[in-house]
Structure formats: C-alpha cells, structure tokens
C-alpha cells in the first residue's frame, strides 16, 4: 500500500509539472521573434519596397495594403484549425515553420542580387523589379501572412492553456502570465521599430531581415523542446460550427414553442464544460425579452432560445 501511495504521489507530482510559470519562456519567445519579423518589417516596409525593388510608390503602397489585409484575415483560419483540428501547440508549430520558409526567402532575396533590380546610379531612371522577383517577394509575405495566421490567434490561448482555472493557485498565476505577455510583447515591438529598423536604413536589409529569420528558427526550437511541459488540450470544437448549428436549429425550429422549464432543454455536460466556465451553460430570458420586443414593433425575428435534439 506504501509502494501504491508513493507511485501515486510521484504520478500526481508529475502531473503538476506540466504546464504553469515554467513553459513561460518557451511560448513568449515564438511570438517575440514573430512580433519583431512583422513589425519590423512591415514598419519599414515601404521603405524596401521603393528603395530596393523601385516600385512606384502607388504600387508599394498598394503590396503593402494587400499584405496587411491578407494578414489580418488568416488568423480566422488559424483560429478554426487549431480549435477544430489540429490543436494550438501543432497549429503554432506549424505556422512557424511556414513563417519561417517565407522568412528565409524574403531574406535571401535581400541579399542576392540577382534576386533584385540593380542599383540606380547618377540620376538614371531606376529599373523596377522584373516579374520573377516581384513573385519571390509575393510568395515570401504570403507565406508569413499564412504563418502569422496560425501563430497570432493561438499564442495567447496556448499560454493561458498552461494554467488549470479549477486550481485556485494556478488560476492566480493567468493574471500574471498576460502581465508579463503584454510587458514582453511591448519590448519586442519597441526593438522592431528602433533597432530592426535602424539596422534595415544604416547598415543593410540583408542584417536587418537576417536577425529576425534567425531568431525565429531559434525559437521554433525553443518551442519544441518545451513539449514535454506543456499541457495540451485537445481539440473542443470551433465557435464558428457552433454558431452555424445554431443558426441552422434557430430557423428550422423557429416555429416551436418555447418550454416552461427550461430544464426540458437540450443539455450536454461533455459539450458544454468546453465552452462554460461553470461546466454547464446557463439559460437566460434575455433574448426572449429581446424578441417580445422586436415583436411589438412588427419586426420578424427568429428566436434563439432552441430546444435542440
């Protein structure tokens, strides 16, 4: 029985190794290097794009909007699947590898320059890049759109991940874990938009892109080796299903009256725990209110008080 409660003990010890304070280190630094690439970059973007390409500066701007638009968009499809499919730890993973390739090419084609237009001399017209290196630039920020898109959403849950919420000790320590992540996010864009971009003006692209490609493999391998204390959560369904289903149930019971009680509803524990902070999802009249009133009004509304099966 001594034997039994010690190999008990030591399971219970090992399990409270995973996670907490200690895989800190390991998330903040994938998203530093990820905050200085895209900071530092797209900070002076512009810059590279008219000084180095000879874009005219209408079409800089204009690969600028599109690369800012791209990547304000991808994190949807990051965010839905990590939560659907792959779990945060693999989608972050993943990400930073792709972020990484698209890293490396956009640094290599600072630095060959056969991958740019030649210098302008004197006060000769510049020649603008051709089609093949204006390509190279467009599948390096496509690809660290796609690698930001997973890394940005995931980051922060992932992290928050680390803390159990039902251990009142741990979930002290999520307050100070997002303290500490805006403080070092904060720090890597004050280095991106001083430092990165000081050495990308002053002493050349190829250093400037060159720091945070390195420091980003660094980081992948950081984040790796940290596996083994991380607690990884599975999967528990995209909002986005979620929210479809329940449009879906809305219409086609719209129709049926509601119940007296509501505990006649529809009810999965296993679901809901996912998705609630007391295990169990709350009903409330809110919405009920809000359609009597809508109603008095003449409006056609749809209730989304639904007793699904």
């Not at 939560?83 to 630095?111: E, K, N, P, V």
Request: glycine share 8%; proline share 5%; net charge positive.
């Amino acid at each position: 029985m001594i034997e039994n409660m010690e190999e008990k003990g030591s399971n219970s010890h090992v399990k409270r190794q995973k996670g907490g304070m200690i895989t800190m280190p390991f998330i903040f630094s994938n998203e530093v290097c990820e905050k200085l690439a895209v900071v530092g970059f797209n900070t002076n973007m512009i810059s590279y794009l008219t000084t180095q390409l000879h874009m005219p500066l209408t079409k800089a701007a204009n690969t600028l909007t599109n690369f800012g638009g791209t990547g304000s968009l991808t994190p949807l499809i990051g965010a839905f699947v990590a939560d659907a499919y792959a779990g945060r730890f693999w989608t972050i993973t993943i990400a930073s590898i792709i972020y990484q390739i698209g890293m490396i090419c956009l640094t290599i084609s600072a630095i060959l320059p056969q991958l740019r237009p030649p210098p302008c001399e004197g006060e000769q017209v510049c020649q603008e890049a051709n089609k093949g290196q204006v390509a190279i630039l467009y599948v390096s920020l496509l690809l660290a759109a796609l690698g930001s898109g997973g890394i940005r959403p995931c980051v922060v849950a992932f992290g928050a991940d680390q803390f159990d919420e039902t251990d009142p000790k741990q979930a002290t320590k999520t307050w100070k874990y997002f303290n500490w992540y805006y403080f070092v996010m904060g720090a890597a864009i004050l280095v991106a938009v001083t430092v990165l971009v000081y050495i990308q003006d002053n002493i050349g692209w190829g250093w400037g892109l060159g720091i945070p490609t390195f420091a980003m493999f660094l980081s992948i391998i950081a984040f790796l080796i940290g596996y083994p204390l991380y607690r990884n959560l599975d999967p528990a369904g995209s909002p986005f299903t979620r929210l479809l289903q329940v449009c879906v149930a809305a219409f086609r019971k719209r129709k049926l009256t509601m119940v007296t009680d509501p505990k006649l509803l529809y009810e999965n524990e296993e679901l809901d725990a996912a998705i609630s902070l007391g295990g169990k999802l709350l009903h409330t009249k809110h919405m009920k209110d809000i359609y009597h009133r809508f109603n008095r009004h003449n409006i056609i509304t749809i209730s989304f008080i639904v007793p699904y099966h």
